[in-house]
């Protein structure tokens, strides 16, 4: 280990134990709760459970590396959301996790599939190659022998136009804006491989009467958090908020993307540590796109006009949106439109976990924890499935064979707005 991983284990030590102090590992009173309802440890050996590898391993560490067990924690966080006694044990492990990076150094593998925005700008230039590179046997075969990303793990779609190419050369807006403003992130998928998606979220916001400020941004870090890069991660995070900040620092900031969106209201403090008040304050303001509709609703400033949608559509929770303590807003807001059977997969996780289910090592994991889900999905859809986040729809719809989409695709249809597409 060289000088400055040294260094580098030793600081990110010294915040876990700072982290087990304050979150006290005495509150963990055995109860297994966390391991009965983790995703990952039913389906493989590999990883004993959340509270095996956290707070009761780390009892007897002190001090002495990390067990390589834990890096099979997908970091969904269902052990800490369900734990009776409040142990942040996903915050506890993931910190484990970036100590033994520290230590043994992370892979060239890990460092390459979370730089998304530089995959996005290098990819849509040249989409058409870039799909038929990433759908090609062959070249997903060397991919896997040489970086160490599954042959059969779902990859984006590159598209020919990024979401602020298209936001350059669309018309003026002529409808005024009646509510005020609003600050739209799109993440990194949003701006480049699911710019549908983010054109509709626009769309619709501008409907029911805001003005959308999009400011550039780049990438909230957490796939460099989930992969120990905690200094990279840092830094990404911090010039994300003041590029959401530079849009105005009074106006909700409203999100497609929903694990981003945890990463600024939740992991940014508890896991990287940042508590800077520019930080806290974008993390109270932005919200996800359903939750922020469900919010004017409730108040009865949602307008409900909704044309009927008729089918049955199974919905997926994914536990990344769920570990922000905001119930299922999209799922509520769904079964506003009439005609629509929305059926809750009621299942813990996909299994991808964001970058988790790409490696080589840990996409049969990943398959075995999603399988209830395709499954499901396979039974109840007619044509159709609905996700909050980005990697959650891409590894459904590779799996199941069913057509993925953000719930704000249907609001967009249900408000009648595709009708001059």
């Given at each position: 280990?060289?000088?400055?991983?040294?260094?580098?284990?030793?600081?990110?030590?010294?915040?876990?134990?700072?982290?087990?102090?304050?979150?006290?590992?005495?509150?963990?009173?055995?109860?297994?709760?966390?391991?009965?309802?983790?995703?990952?440890?039913?389906?493989?050996?590999?990883?004993?459970?959340?509270?095996?590898?956290?707070?009761?391993?780390?009892?007897?560490?002190?001090?002495?590396?990390?067990?390589?067990?834990?890096?099979?924690?997908?970091?969904?966080?269902?052990?800490?959301?369900?734990?009776?006694?409040?142990?942040?044990?996903?915050?506890?492990?993931?910190?484990?996790?970036?100590?033994?990076?520290?230590?043994?150094?992370?892979?060239?593998?890990?460092?390459?599939?979370?730089?998304?925005?530089?995959?996005?700008?290098?990819?849509t230039p040249v989409a058409p190659i870039a799909n038929a590179v990433l759908d090609n046997k062959?070249?997903?075969?060397?991919?896997?022998?040489?970086?160490?990303?599954?042959?059969?793990?779902?990859?984006?779609?590159?598209?020919?136009?990024?979401?602020?190419?298209?936001?350059?050369?669309?018309?003026?807006?002529?409808?005024?804006?009646?509510?005020?403003?609003?600050?739209?992130?799109?993440?990194?998928?949003?701006?480049?491989?699911?710019?549908?998606?983010?054109?509709?979220?626009?769309?619709?916001?501008?409907?029911i009467g805001y003005d959308v400020i999009v400011p550039e941004q780049g990438c909230c870090g957490?796939?460099?958090?989930?992969?120990?890069?905690?200094?990279?991660?840092?830094?990404?995070?911090?010039?994300?908020?003041?590029?959401?900040?530079?849009?105005?620092?009074?106006?909700?900031?409203?999100?497609?993307?929903?694990?981003?969106?945890?990463?600024?209201?939740?992991?940014?403090?508890?896991?990287?540590?940042?508590?800077?008040?520019?930080?806290?304050?974008?993390?109270?303001?932005?919200?996800?796109?359903?939750?922020?509709?469900?919010?004017?609703?409730?108040?009865?400033?949602?307008?409900?006009?909704?044309?009927?949608?008729?089918?049955?559509?199974?919905?997926?929770?994914?536990?990344?949106?769920?570990?922000?303590?905001?119930?299922?807003?999209?799922?509520?807001?769904?079964?506003?439109?009439?005609?629509?059977?929305?059926?809750?997969?009621?299942?813990?996780?996909?299994?991808?976990?964001?970058?988790?289910?790409?490696?080589?090592?840990?996409?049969?994991?990943?398959?075995?924890?999603?399988?209830?889900?395709?499954?499901?999905?396979?039974?109840?859809?007619?044509?159709?499935?609905?996700?909050?986040?980005?990697?959650?729809?891409?590894?459904?719809?590779?799996?199941?064979?069913?057509?993925?989409?953000?719930?704000?695709?249907?609001?967009?249809?249900?408000?009648?707005?595709?009708?001059?597409?």
């Open positions: 280990m060289s000088k400055r991983q040294d260094e580098r284990a030793k600081e990110l030590r010294e915040r876990l134990n700072n982290e087990l102090q304050r979150m006290s590992l005495d509150m963990c009173v055995k109860c297994t709760i966390c391991e009965t309802s983790c995703p990952v440890a039913p389906v493989t050996p590999l990883f004993s459970g959340p509270k095996f590898v956290g707070p009761q391993a780390e009892r007897f560490r002190d001090g002495e590396s990390v067990d390589h067990s834990v890096d099979y924690c997908s970091s969904c966080g269902t052990c800490s959301v369900v734990c009776p006694q409040g142990v942040h044990v996903a915050e506890l492990n993931s910190l484990a996790r970036a100590v033994m990076k520290a230590e043994q150094g992370v892979p060239v593998r890990d460092q390459l599939i979370t730089q998304t925005v530089l995959m996005g700008k290098a990819m062959l070249a997903r075969i060397a991919m896997e022998k040489i970086v160490g990303v599954h042959r059969d793990a779902p990859m984006p779609t590159a598209r020919t136009q990024s979401l602020h190419s298209w936001l350059k050369k669309r018309p003026a807006r002529t409808k005024p804006a009646t509510r005020g403003s609003v600050v739209y992130f799109h993440g990194c998928a949003g701006g480049y491989f699911e710019v549908d998606a983010a054109k509709k979220a626009i769309e619709v916001l501008e409907h957490l796939a460099e958090q989930s992969n120990g890069l905690f200094e990279k991660a840092s830094a990404s995070v911090r010039k994300l908020d003041e590029q959401l900040r530079s849009a105005g620092t009074d106006l909700p900031i409203v999100s497609t993307a929903g694990s981003c969106t945890g990463m600024l209201k939740h992991e940014a403090h508890e896991i990287l540590g940042i508590h800077d008040p520019e930080l806290l304050d974008v993390g109270t303001r932005i919200r996800e796109i359903s939750e922020f509709l469900m919010e004017l609703y409730e108040a009865d400033e949602l307008p409900t006009d909704f044309r009927p949608i008729n089918m049955r559509l199974p919905y997926h929770a994914p536990c990344q949106v769920k570990s922000q303590g905001m119930g299922t807003p999209a799922y509520d807001l769904l079964r506003l439109i009439p005609g629509l059977e929305v059926i809750d997969s009621n299942v813990t996780c996909c299994g991808i976990a964001g970058t988790y289910g790409l490696k080589k090592e840990k996409y049969e994991i990943a398959q075995a924890v999603g399988k209830p889900l395709f499954d499901m999905i396979k039974d109840t859809n007619e044509g159709l499935a609905a996700c909050d986040t980005e990697t959650c729809r891409w590894q459904i719809e590779k799996s199941s064979g069913v057509t993925t989409v953000h719930p704000i695709v249907l609001i967009h249809q249900a408000y009648g707005l595709g009708d001059g597409e």
